[in-house]
């Protein structure tokens, strides 16, 4: 409302650069009066009260520096100076001392609280390749908009609201359209028509994987670490994502994703497994086929619990098919 009064009065829209200069100055203007008020004012009278004799009843005499060779000369002055020397070393020096040790170790791994770091600047470079950024920048840069990035960035985000609710199927940036095969698919082991299979979208990547890019907590292991952890864990959500859609995504499929070796896809997954128990939802482990099935032994277990093969499937993320035909089998 500021900035459109000022608009009317000069009968001329103002720049960017003088719109932001003159939010500036409002935006100071509290914070001057106060200052001015309750802090530099009372310096410069008491300053100038200094060179004078005066009570606050009396007539104000000015007696130039007699005050402070007075001062000199008190013995209480030198005490209350010693004084409050101490107790600025000790309360000043020692506590931000001792403040700033106890913050590092409460911030070592391990500790009382894990203080949240500030983003590396390749976090930086990732977070902004994303269309909320890209508009914003348009509407400030080639749009003509001169109401300030905070305003243009809240009318992008209530923008892009209202088009993923009015359209639902619209894919959103950073998405990929796949066909998987159909979890449920019937027939052949092997062989695949195009009724077999149906398309799932999967996230490129999610903020908690790029946090295992730029994680400062690998320390110098960090590209022989990081690289690793960020690839498994795209490759099981990839096929958990696949499965709760209806489908199932094969190792090779993971390679095209990927650009890596199905060798390597398959070697980081067997890890996974390893290492958590879970079994990852891929063809292979669905569809029981291939050779890196490997836990036949665990639905045989399973079975001889005697739950039903519909619970067997759910906690293997089998194919109720594959269970019954390995209980059949046994």
């Known amino acids: 409302?500021?900035?459109?009064?000022?608009?009317?009065?000069?009968?001329?829209?103002?720049?960017?650069?003088?719109?932001?200069?003159?939010?500036?100055?409002?935006?100071?203007?509290?914070?001057?009066?106060?200052?001015?008020?309750?802090?530099?004012?009372?310096?410069?009278?008491?300053?100038?009260?200094?060179?004078?004799?005066?009570?606050?009843?009396?007539?104000?005499?000015?007696?130039?520096?007699?005050?402070?060779?007075?001062?000199?000369?008190?013995?209480?002055?030198?005490?209350?100076?010693?004084?409050?020397?101490?107790?600025?070393?000790?309360?000043?020096?020692?506590?931000?001392?001792?403040?700033?040790?106890?913050?590092?170790?409460?911030?070592?791994?391990?500790?009382?609280?894990?203080?949240?770091?500030?983003?590396?600047?390749e976090q930086k470079r990732i977070n902004k390749r994303n269309l909320p950024d890209l508009l914003v920048h348009k509407f400030l840069t080639e749009y003509g908009y001169d109401h300030g990035p905070v305003i243009a960035r809240a009318i992008v985000d209530d923008s892009l609201l209202t088009l993923e609710a009015c359209?639902?199927?619209?894919?959103?940036?950073?998405?990929?359209?796949?066909?998987?095969?159909?979890?449920?698919?019937?027939?052949?082991?092997?062989?695949?028509?195009?009724?077999?299979?149906?398309?799932v979208r999967l996230a490129v990547t999610t903020e908690a994987e790029v946090k295992?890019?730029?994680?400062?907590?690998?320390?110098?292991?960090?590209?022989?670490?990081?690289?690793?952890?960020f690839n498994q864990a795209r490759f099981v959500r990839w096929c958990h994502e696949a499965y709760q859609q209806g489908g199932v995504l094969t190792h090779l499929v993971l390679s095209l994703l990927s650009g890596l070796s199905t060798g390597y896809t398959s070697r980081i997954l067997r890890q996974y497994e390893a290492e958590t128990g879970e079994i990852v939802p891929t063809r292979g482990t669905v569809h029981d086929i291939g050779p890196a099935v490997t836990h036949k032994a665990e639905v045989i277990r399973r079975w001889l619990r005697h739950p039903s093969s519909a619970q067997i499937a759910r906690a293997l993320n089998h194919s109720q098919d594959a269970v019954d035909r390995l209980n059949s089998e046994l």
């Open 167 to 199: 359209y639902p199927d619209r894919v959103p940036p950073q998405t990929i359209i796949w066909l998987a095969v159909r979890r449920d698919k019937r027939g052949q082991r092997k062989g695949l028509t195009s009724g077999d299979l149906l398309p």
């Open 1 to 121: 409302m500021i900035n459109a009064l000022v608009m009317r009065l000069r009968g001329r829209p103002l720049s960017i650069r003088q719109q932001e200069g003159v939010d500036f100055y409002i935006a100071i203007l509290p914070w001057a009066i106060g200052f001015i008020t309750f802090t530099g004012g009372p310096v410069l009278v008491s300053l100038g009260m200094s060179f004078t004799n005066w009570t606050g009843l009396t007539t104000v005499e000015f007696i130039g520096l007699k005050n402070f060779s007075t001062l000199l000369t008190d013995d209480l002055f030198w005490v209350s100076l010693k004084n409050t020397f101490y107790y600025s070393f000790g309360a000043v020096t020692l506590g931000t001392t001792g403040a700033l040790i106890a913050a590092m170790l409460m911030n070592q791994k391990g500790g009382l609280v894990e203080m949240n770091t500030p983003p590396s600047y």
């Open 212 to 229: 295992l890019l730029t994680d400062p907590a690998l320390g110098n292991d960090h590209r022989r670490r990081a690289r690793p952890a």
